[in-house]
């Protein structure tokens, strides 16, 4: 009987650890299915101090509207699971939307997480009540059963709202939502539409710092962007206006203003109030088709900065960033695989365009390529972090935004800048080797012109010389006429022997100003006039009878003119002091040489003696008319004569040319 008791025993205690273990398990399961029913918030499921509550089929949904399903105990076990967070309007059936309906969801939560919650963070484009616990304690917009009454929410960058949660075991989280026109901006949207429900969470400390700069943070960002695509993209049309011929500076151009334009789109809201309906209008669809049109541009850009021709077919890429906003509206692809299917091919055409200009050497493609694959990577990130696919923080958000946009053109202006700073280190270089050969060459002219200066002053000083020496021969040549004149008992003989000494000294009086003046191949007439007048009165002993008046402007005419006209001086002079004034009659003489215009010269010379018939005889020998004759026409002049009270002798002419015949 014992032994069979201690059996019982022994087989009681093997059995009571199998008992354990199996209430264990079926415990454990049940607070499982507990956790399950009701979803556990703690600290992993926040990030960056945000919460959302993307609980996925723990939210209920119920189309209509009843204040009664605000309360904790209501009973939601038959409504629809339909998690809100980034519901689109296309995947909410018809049959539960009439434009507005309930959420709920219940949870738990550690107490250290409810007394760190400080924020109620919610992000639509409806109207909403939040209920926490029964309780309402935020509203958005004005939610109203009818769409005329409804007011929405536009999302701004203005803080999250404040919320203190009491601790208690579990939470009831339901939230009253209207968005009417949600269907309808996904039938004219489609794709670009906002989404039909809405995002809800708490945040922390750490996200509440963030929400209170959220406004000046964007705007910063903003700032940055603008400030410096606007700075490239004056650059790049200053470029392009300056040297029109170059086309890579105008689709370089055209390149930072479409990342211009869809940067701002991209924060349209910091300025203006949107809607459901607008903000597509801006923040997606122009910001898409911008930003499309800039990046389809970046291969042509490089196949015409490097001059690869054989890439010139990219140009008609900008079609696919029409086709691609098109896609939105029409969904003929699927729009995620055609984008990313556009960027990929893209992307490959840069780094082959980059590898020939590479391979040509051609020097500084090292930061377009820089630039080029940066953007290209920033934009791969941005798709993947709004994806869900990888997280940043919110300051890497905001760097890879900035370095999205910026990275070509900067990478192209440094390009520019380091282009332009080689071409001017080698003008630089050149215009060095060019002063350096000019002050070779400028030496070589000092040496020159020292040279030919000192030649041209001793040719000076022996024409100076030469015109002395004429001008003593001809003193010598006219002390031999009065030596021989002086030996002649013939006074007609005497008086040709005086009229060819005065030629001879009109001609030496000539050489002596040449060689006293400055200008050797010049002669100032006026003095040279008065000089031949004296000496002729003087060889005559005319001077206290007659009376000689040079009227006329200080003026010089060239040797071939001067000589001619001092030898016509001279005759017509002498006919006056022979033939004008008889018996010892006084008289007065006018002499005068004036510039008419170009090169036409007037010589005037009157007496006002008895005159001179025109139909009397010549007297004496006549070669002194002839001479006059022959001389006037050697000066291409035109005699013409007067006699009335006396006689005036006009001859017009013109400046003879040295050389000519």
């Known amino acids: 009987m014992l032994y069979r008791t201690h059996i019982i025993l022994k087989n009681y205690e093997l059995k009571c650890p199998y008992f354990s273990t199996i209430t264990f398990i079926l415990f454990y399961f049940s607070i499982l299915d507990s956790y399950a029913q009701k979803p556990h918030i703690n600290e992993s499921l926040f990030k960056e101090g945000l919460l959302e509550l993307d609980l996925k089929d723990n939210w209920k949904y119920q189309p209509g509207d009843n204040l009664e399903w605000a309360k904790p105990d209501f009973d939601d076990t038959d409504w629809h699971k339909i998690n809100p967070i980034d519901l689109k309007a296309y995947r909410m059936p018809d049959s539960l939307w009439s434009g507005y309906g309930w959420w709920r969801i219940r949870f738990t939560a550690d107490p250290k997480i409810i007394e760190a919650i400080e924020r109620l963070y919610f992000y639509s484009w409806g109207a909403a009540e939040i209920y926490l616990n029964g309780e309402l304690v935020e509203t958005y917009g004005n939610f109203s059963t009818d769409s005329k009454l409804e007011q929405t929410f536009t999302p701004n960058y203005s803080p999250d709202r404040p919320l203190k949660i009491t601790p208690q075991n579990v939470y009831t989280l339901a939230v009253r939502y209207s968005n009417h026109q949600a269907k309808n901006n996904f039938r004219i949207f489609k794709y670009f539409s906002e989404n039909l429900a809405f995002n809800i969470g708490f945040s922390t400390a750490v996200r509440a710092r963030y929400s209170d700069f959220r406004y000046p943070n964007s705007f910063a960002t903003l700032s940055v962007l603008v400030a410096v695509l606007l700075i490239l993209f004056v650059l790049h049309l200053l470029l392009y206006f300056k040297f029109r011929k170059e086309e890579p500076y105008l689709v370089i151009t055209l390149i930072t203003f479409f990342f211009l334009c869809a940067a701002v789109c991209a924060h349209i809201l910091l300025f203006v109030e949107l809607d459901g309906f607008t903000n597509p209008i801006f923040s997606s669809i122009l910001n898409s088709t911008s930003f499309g049109l800039g990046y389809a541009l970046l291969p042509y850009s490089l196949s015409l900065l490097f001059r690869i021709q054989r890439f010139y077919w990219t140009k008609h890429l900008v079609w696919l960033a029409f086709l691609r906003t098109t896609n939105y509206f029409v969904p003929v692809f699927?729009?995620?695989?055609?984008?990313?299917?556009?960027?990929?091919?893209?992307?490959?055409?840069?780094?082959?365009?980059?590898?020939?200009?590479?391979?040509?050497?051609?020097?500084?493609?090292?930061?377009?390529?820089?630039?080029?694959?940066?953007?290209?990577?920033?934009?791969?990130?941005?798709?993947?972090?709004?994806?869900?696919?990888?997280?940043?923080?919110?300051?890497?958000?905001?760097?890879?935004?900035?370095?999205?946009?910026?990275?070509?053109?900067?990478?192209?202006?440094?390009?520019?800048?380091?282009?332009?700073?080689?071409?001017?280190?080698?003008?630089?270089?050149e215009v060095q080797e060019r002063t350096q050969q000019l002050n070779d060459t400028i030496k070589d002219l000092t040496k020159t012109q020292k040279e030919l200066s000192l030649k041209n002053s001793q040719n000076v000083l022996l024409l100076k010389e030469i015109h002395h020496r004429v001008k003593n021969n001809l003193e010598v040549v006219s002390g031999l006429l009065a030596l021989q004149s002086a030996k002649m008992e013939d006074p007609t003989m005497q008086e040709v022997m005086l009229a060819s000494q005065n030629r001879v000294h009109s001609m030496g009086i000539l050489h002596q100003k040449l060689y006293q003046s400055e200008h050797l191949a010049f002669i100032e007439m006026k003095n040279y006039f008065e000089n031949l007048c004296i000496n002729i009165l003087d060889s005559y002993s005319e001077s206290e009878r007659i009376k000689v008046n040079v009227e006329m402007k200080e003026l010089e005419l060239d040797v071939d003119t001067a000589v001619p006209l001092g030898l016509i001086v001279n005759e017509l002079l002498t006919n006056s002091l022979k033939y004008a004034f008889p018996n010892g009659e006084k008289g007065n003489i006018e002499l005068s040489l004036a510039h008419l215009n170009g090169q036409d010269f007037q010589l005037k010379i009157s007496d006002n003696g008895v005159g001179k018939p025109i139909d009397a005889e010549v007297k004496g020998t006549g070669f002194g008319t002839q001479l006059v004759e022959l001389l006037t026409r050697q000066i291409d002049g035109q005699l013409i004569q007067e006699i009335s009270n006396g006689t005036k002798i006009l001859i017009n002419f013109k400046r003879q040319v040295t050389g000519s015949s």
């Open 334 to 429: 699927n729009f995620i695989l055609f984008d990313a299917s556009i960027i990929l091919s893209i992307i490959v055409l840069m780094v082959v365009i980059m590898r020939s200009a590479i391979k040509e050497k051609n020097r500084g493609a090292v930061y377009v390529t820089i630039g080029a694959i940066g953007t290209s990577f920033f934009l791969l990130v941005n798709r993947l972090f709004n994806a869900e696919l990888i997280s940043l923080s919110t300051f890497m958000y905001y760097v890879d935004l900035i370095l999205l946009y910026i990275s070509y053109p900067l990478g192209i202006y440094i390009y520019i800048t380091h282009q332009y700073g080689r071409l001017f280190l080698a003008m630089e270089q």
